[in-house]
């Protein structure tokens, strides 16, 4: 027992050993991406079924090398969090963000851009003034970005998050639950905090039309949402049969591949100036 531990023990710090380095060197090329500005904003349009009408868009990072390399978040943003290097990422995102709405022409009174942040960040007033500098700065209106916070990462102090919270929200930001239902929060987010949108997750879309047991939690995530009368979005959507079933199910706000793929600003704009002309058609 002694030697199996002992090979255990040897096995786990050779892991350890051999990942530190390549997190370093993630690091350090995270780094330089940030002095480059090499983060940059993909948009995916959020849609209502019922109109086929944009109603805002989700804005997800993108790391795009200067070789033409677009690398997924899903390859750097956890080893950003631990180096804390999701803080200057955001603010690359917010500036561009703020940057991008100036440029929109004809978009409806209501519409927004929503930015993904972490629990952490929404604990912070500095935070909240940043954000708010910067939109004032690039002539924006507030009420044109919204907040998104997953909760996936917990909350360690929700006085001070209620707090930077009602300063957005008193300043015309909305705030949205990201993944609801797949982190610590739960729903107890919804009593504690002043969150008005609730994002229901692609997990969940999944098991619409299959015999998934998590399909139940579905339709419970939704009957909370009216009862606590949330705006809710329906993430992940890809096919007409979800969209079908969302719509029976008095959820209207699509997000998806089945509309729309994230997209560069610049495929942005012809995107909703299409959506315009059917509009007017």
């Known amino acids: 027992m002694v030697n199996v531990f002992l090979c255990i023990l040897l096995v786990i710090t050779c892991i350890f050993l051999g990942l530190r ?19 940059i904003p993909f948009y995916q349009p959020i849609i209502n079924s019922m ?25 750097f943003i956890d080893i950003a969090e631990q180096n804390k290097q999701i803080y200057e990422i955001t603010d690359l995102l917010i500036s561009q963000v703020a940057e991008d709405l100036s440029k929109l022409n004809n978009i409806h009174d209501n519409f927004y851009i929503s930015i993904n942040v972490i629990p952490r960040q929404l604990q912070n007033q500095t935070f909240a003034t940043k954000l708010l500098n910067t939109l004032s ?47 610590f929060g739960g729903f107890s987010y919804f009593q504690e905090l002043p969150i008005s949108t609730l994002k229901i997750d692609k997990m969940f879309i999944d098991t619409i039309g299959t015999c998934d047991v998590k399909a139940n939690i579905l339709n419970a995530i939704i009957s909370f949402g009216k009862e606590a009368k949330l705006t809710m979005i329906a993430e992940g959507v890809e096919t007409q049969e979800q969209v079908n079933y969302l719509r029976d199910q008095g959820v209207f706000l699509i997000q998806g591949f089945y509309y729309a793929k994230p997209m560069p600003f610049s495929d942005l704009e012809k995107y909703i100036n299409n959506n315009l002309k059917k509009d007017n058609h």
């Not at 009408?53 to 997800?60: A, N, P, T, V, Y």
């Open 137 to 183: 700065s690039a002539q924006v209106s507030n009420h044109r970005v919204a907040i998104e916070v997953t909760e996936r990462t917990q909350f360690t102090n929700v006085t001070s998050a209620k707090e930077v919270m009602q300063r957005l929200i008193d300043h015309g930001i909305s705030i949205k639950l990201d993944d609801a239902g797949t982190g």
């Open 51 to 75: 109109t086929g009408s944009i109603i805002g868009c989700e804005s997800l990072i993108r790391w795009c090398k200067a070789n033409g390399e677009i690398i997924s978040p899903a390859n």
């Open 21 to 39: 380095p390549q997190q370093r060197t993630v690091k350090m090329a995270i780094e330089r991406g940030i002095k480059r500005k090499e983060f």
